[in-house]
């Protein structure tokens, strides 16, 4: 069981980025699938989450109407479109699944990603 999760660099304030979660080992098809991040100093934060049947989502404050979650269970991966990105959006993102249940609590989630780094400067 193996999660990867892709698509950090640099960008400029107000730019773009999608990063890709691929899971490998087993089928993301019945699980939910949530992102988190850490920026340095500060404790781990859930941003999204995608529920396994309806895909139905879930964002936090600091990222609704900015960040887009989606999943294509024929690639077994999950994206999350980042739009307008700020400064304070720098951080290691990370995914993560093993649970049916769609929470930006880090708690449920079994198997984890090794997080991909995402730096919002000008």
């Known amino acids: 069981v193996q999660l990867q999760a892709s698509g950090g660099g640099l960008v400029q304030p107000g730019g773009s980025l999608r990063l890709s979660c691929a899971a490998s080992g087993f089928s993301l098809d019945y699980y939910a699938i949530g992102w988190f991040r850490q920026a340095p100093g500060k404790e781990r934060e859930g941003v999204s989450c995608i529920s396994s049947s309806i895909g139905s989502t879930y964002y936090s404050d600091s990222v609704k109407g900015r960040f887009t979650v989606s999943r294509d269970n024929a690639k077994n991966t999950v994206y999350l479109q980042m739009n307008s990105l700020k400064p304070e959006d720098t951080a290691i993102y990370y995914c993560?699944?093993?649970?049916?249940?769609?929470?930006?609590?880090?708690?449920?989630?079994?198997?984890w990603g090794q997080g991909t780094l995402v730096t919002v400067s000008s």
């Open positions: 993560a699944t093993g649970t049916i249940l769609c929470t930006i609590v880090p708690g449920p989630y079994e198997f």
